[in-house]
């Protein structure tokens, strides 16, 4: 059973800073692909960022670009959504999404950008 | 960007009913779809990856089909868990992109 495992999220000012984490118990995360995808109850289901594996390519969605960040943590096995110059309309529930062909995904965080 | 439109965005259905979801693509994306189920509070789980693949651990009373621009997620029989929302989802190309949602309701 594969399991993903998110955290880091909570609650952040209008630009603040967050870090997600994503850690998958039992697999090198450098091996496959990996997303970050978001969900808001106004918006749905939208794709944030991409890593493919071994490290590339990067991908960005338009509404993030410049303001997250992938990184992967090989020696620790893990993925990491830097968030920074955050916006309210960043609020949403995250979740760390593992491989691609037979996805599976975390059961998500709660990022709440507020004042 | 691949627009995905899934209907109907609402149905409603009886304990033991076949139910029928769609999802169209803007464009051709081979078999490259998956299937989600959605609870309240929870992430969504995977039934259908590949267009008519089932997922390990998802029932049997659901099974998917299409290939290139229509697609279809079939649920057999419905049981009471399954009074709860699906998503599709394109994998072909990034940004994935997904349905707006269908809701099952009693």
């Known amino acids: 059973q594969v399991q993903v495992v998110e955290s880091g999220g909570g609650l952040a000012k209008p630009g603040g800073s967050l870090r997600l984490s994503c850690v998958v118990p039992g697999f090198s995360l450098n091996d496959y692909h990996m997303s970050w995808i978001r969900q808001t109850p106004g918006k749905g289901l939208e794709c944030v960022a991409y890593?493919?594996?071994?490290?590339?390519?990067?991908y960005y969605a338009d509404s993030v670009k410049g303001r997250f960040a992938l990184s992967r943590d090989t020696a620790n096995n893990s993925l990491f959504l830097q968030m920074n110059s955050l916006r309210a309309d960043d609020t949403a529930v995250y979740y760390c999404v593992f491989g691609d062909y037979e996805p599976h995904w975390g059961q998500g965080t709660q990022v709440t950008v507020s004042s | 960007d691949i627009q995905m439109t899934q209907s109907p965005s609402s149905l409603s259905a009886s304990v033991g009913d076949r139910v029928n979801i769609t999802c169209r693509a803007s464009?051709?994306?081979?078999?490259?779809i998956n299937w989600y189920q959605q609870k309240p509070g929870k992430g969504p789980n995977l039934l259908i990856y590949a267009a008519s693949s089932l997922h390990r651990g998802a029932p049997s009373r659901f099974s998917g089909s299409g290939s290139g621009t229509e697609f279809t997620l079939t649920i057999s029989s419905l049981q009471p868990e399954d009074f709860v929302t699906y998503y599709c989802q394109q994998s072909l190309t990034f940004p994935w992109t997904f349905g707006q949602g269908t809701k099952v309701d009693i």
């Open positions: 464009q051709t994306i081979s078999s490259f």
């Open positions: 890593i493919g594996s071994g490290g590339g390519p990067k």
